[in-house]
Structure formats: structure tokens, C-alpha cells
């Protein structure tokens, strides 16, 4: 691999390079620029704060910052939610999530209900909790042996469905198999399950199908199984609800968030809690037992809340939800030509592309082409940045790009990121 460019600047929904070259940015970087680049108001409040103070350490000093921030998620989550846990990334936010689960349970003296449950070819982070959870072959190889022992059921992935079921019966299928590895394990044992309502790096923005969020959530409650949502790329509005499980008529127990919470400007991240396990922990220990030096960071919080105002105030969600629809149905019109086109799908400014040897068998293309990648690194020499992902078949084979525009990219940058995503993908399969 070359040398990268130097990034010097970005605008709205543009990076620019040392040597002048213009970047759009069609993927949000790893869907993280949920408002694009340069906002002036997000800039001025981040630089507000630091002329006041950076950071007050979280066990000494609160802030307003915070206390709006929280205030605002909370009010955007629903009453169900009642505690906030803030860090600086998502692996940082599952991790944490795993340990509140883990503590409630303590907190209700059933402590022998450690274990976890979550999905093939999913991602959660790179932490060793987060990435134990994770059934992304490539990313957990060489760390196998020092991870958690985690069960993995089924992907809920329509296009590769399980057993070849479609609709309600896949449905029925993969909660049946949850259903069945909670049994194999004893109630009594198991935590939580873990899941994305849509799935990011690890699958190429695959849906869940409709029905199953909550088919999988009655599994859980009748035995009294906690669920969580790892909303960090799918969610803070991604795709077209705040809650990405919104769209689902479904609240977890436990959700982690970041990426678009402060839309790149500082990293920042957070384990939403509902409100009677937080409860129970606070009343049994007195404290959620997990968190970092940089938890609620100051100028972090007034950085996401002033991307948090923005989105509201400038109805972008539902942007996202009504144009989304719209460049969902753009790029399956655009890119029907090409044979090796095998899925477009998504939700939201959240879509992913599957590319196939054979679009009538699904057969994938051969890994050692690496098309994803290729492709990848054609988009961004022709001055769009899109975000490749592989390995979605079998953990080595399958290739699939996500696209995850800024929230409040305009019509002629979403048709430009349509032209040009074509571009590159012709020039990718002309170049064998």
C-alpha cells in the first residue's frame, strides 16, 4: 500500500488533500461524518468550551455540557432509558455494555448468568470483550484463545438466509435457534444477546429482516435474557430513527452508540441504559462499574451536543429516512447493468452493495480478487470515498461497500456520489 494523501481540510461534504485534490465523502468515513466536515457551529462550540475548560474529570465535577447532552439522549432514546455511560468509541461503548449487563445481573444476586450470545459475521469492536462477540473471522484470528467464550447463532441476513428461508419463515428459524442455544446453555447462565439491527462492517449494511428484532426480543424476555443493541454505525439517526431499533417498534435493554453522536468532530461514544437496570445496579452497588478517565470529556460533550442540536434542528433525520428511500432505489436503477451487482439494500443513509460472480446463484466473486478492496481504491482515486468490506461469505470470501452519506449532503452531492460510485465500479470490473 502507498503512502495515504495528507488530509488539510474538509467542507461540508468534501476533504481536500495536501496537493489540492477535492474528496467526496460517500461513506462518511466508516458511516462516522453524520453532518459532514467543517461546521462552523460545531467548531465554535468546541472552541467556546475549550476557552472555559477541556475537561473536568467525571468523579470530580459535572458540566453542562454533559447535562444537556444527556438530557437531550435521553429525551430522543424514550422514557424507557434513564442512564447514560459516556466513552470515546464504540468498542469502548460494547464494552461497556457487556459489563453493565454482567453487573445487573450481580445486582439481582443471579451472578452465574455470565455467558453471551450474538450472531455470525457481526462486529462489535476491538476490544476483547467487543471483539469476542464478534463473528468476523478475519479480525478475531489472531487474538482467538485470549477471547471470551461466546455462543454464535445464525446472521439474520435475507440475501444469505439461513437453510434458503425467506420472509416469516426465516424469521421463525433464527428465533427458533436462539431459542435453542438458550436452552443448550440453561437460562440460568446466559447474560445477554448481543446484535445490530444493521449490520456495518461485517456484512455490508444488511438489515435484519422485518419481524425479526422483534421475534428475537420475545425470545429473550421469556427467558429472561437481556438484549443489546450495538447501534454505533447503524444508529444516532443513520437510519432515519434516532434508535435504528425504532424502525423495529422494539427497545433493548442496553444500547451502545457513537460514530454520528459527535459526527467525527471528537470522539465520543455512550452506553445508553434502561432505566430499571440502572436502577437496580445504583441501588445494590452505587455506581455503574464501568467508564474511563475521558468518560463524559467535557469539550466531547459539547461537540456532540451541538451536532445533536443541528440534527434536530434541521429535521435531518427525516431527511435521511424520506432520501434515503429515494437513493436506495438511485443506485439499484444505476447500477442493474453490471451482472456482478447482486444486492442493494439498506436502510436509510446506510446501504450496502454486494457484488457476485453470479447473480442468479449468489455465488461470490473469487476472494483472491479482492473486488472490494479494488474497488475501494478506484472510488477514492476518482475522488469518492467509499468503504469497502470483505469476507461476508464464509469469513474469507464476498465482497460487499457501504455507502453512508453525510445526513445533510445536498441532492447534487448524493447524484454525484451515484455517478461516481457507477464510474468506479465499471472501471473495476473492466480492469479484471
Not at 243 to 268: F, Q, S, T, W
Not at 330 to 356: K, P, S, W
Amino acid at each position: 500500500m502507498g503512502a495515504l494523501p495528507r488530509v488539510v481540510r474538509g467542507a461540508g461534504s468534501y476533504l481536500y488533500d495536501a496537493a489540492g485534490r477535492r474528496y467526496l465523502d460517500g461513506s462518511g468515513g466508516p458511516a462516522a461524518f453524520s453532518i459532514g466536515h467543517g461546521n462552523a457551529e460545531v467548531n465554535a462550540a468546541i472552541a467556546g468550551q475549550l476557552a472555559q475548560v477541556a475537561c473536568g474529570y467525571r468523579y470530580l465535577f459535572t458540566s453542562e455540557p454533559l447535562e444537556e447532552l444527556t438530557r437531550l439522549l435521553l429525551s430522543l432514546c424514550g422514557p424507557e432509558f434513564g442512564h447514560i455511560v459516556y466513552s470515546s468509541s464504540g468498542s469502548e461503548a460494547v464494552e461497556s455494555a457487556l459489563k453493565v449487563a454482567l453487573q445487573y445481573w450481580d445486582a439481582r444476586g443471579l451472578a452465574s448468568k455470565k455467558h453471551f450470545i450474538a450472531r455470525q459475521r457481526s462486529y462489535h469492536g476491538n476490544t476483547l470483550g467487543a471483539l469476542s462477540v464478534s463473528g468476523f473471522l478475519e479480525r478475531r484470528r489472531p487474538f482467538e484463545g485470549s477471547l471470551l467464550d461466546v455462543t454464535f447463532v445464525s446472521a439474520a441476513n435475507a440475501y444469505r438466509p439461513l437453510r434458503g428461508l425467506e420472509g416469516a419463515a426465516l424469521v421463525e428459524a433464527l428465533a427458533a435457534e436462539l431459542e435453542e442455544s438458550i436452552g443448550a446453555l440453561g437460562a440460568e447462565r446466559v447474560a445477554a444477546f448481543i446484535f445490530e439491527p444493521v449490520v456495518g462492517a461485517a456484512g455490508g449494511a444488511v438489515p435484519a429482516p422485518e419481524g425479526y428484532a422483534q421475534a428475537v426480543h420475545a425470545v429473550c424476555a421469556r427467558h429472561g435474557v437481556l438484549v443489546i443493541a450495538d447501534e454505533v454505525m447503524c444508529g444516532a439517526g443513520r437510519c432515519g430513527t434516532w434508535r435504528a431499533l425504532a424502525h423495529d417498534g422494539v427497545v433493548p435493554d442496553i444500547m451502545a452508540v457513537g460514530k454520528g453522536l459527535a459526527g467525527g468532530y471528537i470522539p465520543l461514544a455512550a452506553t445508553i441504559v434502561s432505566r430499571e437496570l440502572g436502577d437496580t445496579i445504583l441501588a445494590a452497588h452505587g455506581a455503574i462499574l464501568t467508564g474511563h478517565t475521558y468518560s463524559g470529556h467535557t469539550t466531547a460533550c459539547a461537540a456532540g451536543l451541538a451536532v445533536q442540536r443541528i440534527i434536530q434542528r434541521e429535521s435531518l433525520i427525516a431527511r435521511v429516512r424520506e432520501r434515503g428511500a429515494v437513493l436506495l432505489a438511485e443506485l439499484r436503477r444505476t447500477l442493474a447493468r453490471f451482472a456482478e451487482v447482486g444486492d442493494v439494500r439498506g436502510r436509510g443513509y446506510l446501504i450496502g452493495l454486494e457484488f457476485v460472480r453470479d447473480r442468479a446463484t449468489r455465488e461470490p466473486l473469487p476472494a483472491e480478487r479482492a473486488f472490494s478492496q479494488a474497488l475501494g481504491r478506484r472510488a477514492f482515486a476518482g475522488g469518492l470515498i467509499i468503504y469497502p468490506c470483505a469476507g461476508n461469505v464464509g469469513g474469507t470470501a464476498g465482497d460487499t461497500v457501504i455507502v453512508a452519506p453525510p445526513y445533510n449532503a445536498s441532492d447534487a452531492e448524493l447524484a454525484e456520489l451515484v455517478e461516481s460510485l457507477s464510474r468506479a465500479v465499471e472501471r473495476t470490473l473492466a480492469s479484471g
